[in-house]
């Protein structure tokens, strides 16, 4: 059973390969559609700005791929955003991917600390039948880096709080993301990595 990493050209590819290895499951880095013809499942990483991200997987034919993907996909940060419908990042809407019903938004923080949130945080409001939250408990830490976020929704699997609510984990259907980095969160990190590859296989 195979992962493809759609190749976004972005800094966590290599940490998401890392993170794949350690745990022995095979992968093959995706940078067109054709590329994970084999494949079982696949991961969207990201990081950076909305804009650009979208212009890759629009150049590579990744974005009107993943609107018909019926394969289980995860997105990872940057990667999580880019499903939703539509980013207020850079003052104009630019548009998504539309997986998932949502809009994001730039984080105020409040007092709670520097804008973007980076570091760890805990993941809270854990819904119980989440297949990636299997083995993960109410307060257990992920590491995240991000300026943007999608408030809590009906498709809200888990949140976090950084002076306002956060989307931690998302879902619909087979589609599914990440707000926080899981290749660079450690053992819960793993573990969540782990639950994806097991629930897609």
């Avoid at 054709?34 to 494949?39: I, K, P, Q, T, V």
């Avoid at 650009?52 to 590579?60: D, E, F, N, S």
């Avoid at 307060?139 to 300026?147: A, P, S, T």
Wanted: with cysteine.
């Amino acid at each position: 059973m195979t992962t493809a990493i759609i190749d976004t050209s972005t800094a966590n590819i290599a940490s998401v390969r890392f993170a794949l290895e350690r745990l022995d499951a095979p992968y093959v880095l995706a940078r067109e559609p054709d590329d994970a013809r084999g494949a079982d499942r696949l991961i969207l990483p990201g990081v950076g700005a909305a804009g650009p991200a979208m212009a890759r997987l629009r150049a590579t034919g990744w974005a009107d791929a993943l609107r018909t993907e019926n394969r289980p996909v995860l997105g990872l940060c940057l990667g999580m955003q880019l499903l939703f419908e539509v980013s207020e990042e850079g003052g104009a809407p630019i548009p998504l991917l539309t997986l998932i019903p949502g809009r994001v938004e730039r984080l105020n923080p409040g007092g709670a600390g520097p804008w973007p949130h980076m570091g760890w945080n805990a993941l809270d409001d854990l819904a119980p039948d989440e297949p990636l939250l299997e083995g993960i408990s109410p307060g257990e830490r992920v590491y995240f880096v991000h300026g943007y976020r999608v408030a809590p929704g009906p498709f809200t699997r888990a949140t976090a709080l950084y002076g306002e609510p956060v989307t931690a984990i998302a879902r619909k259907g087979n589609v599914a993301g990440c707000q926080f980095h899981p290749e660079r969160s450690a053992k819960v990190g793993a573990r969540i990595l782990s639950n994806f590859i097991r629930a897609s296989s």
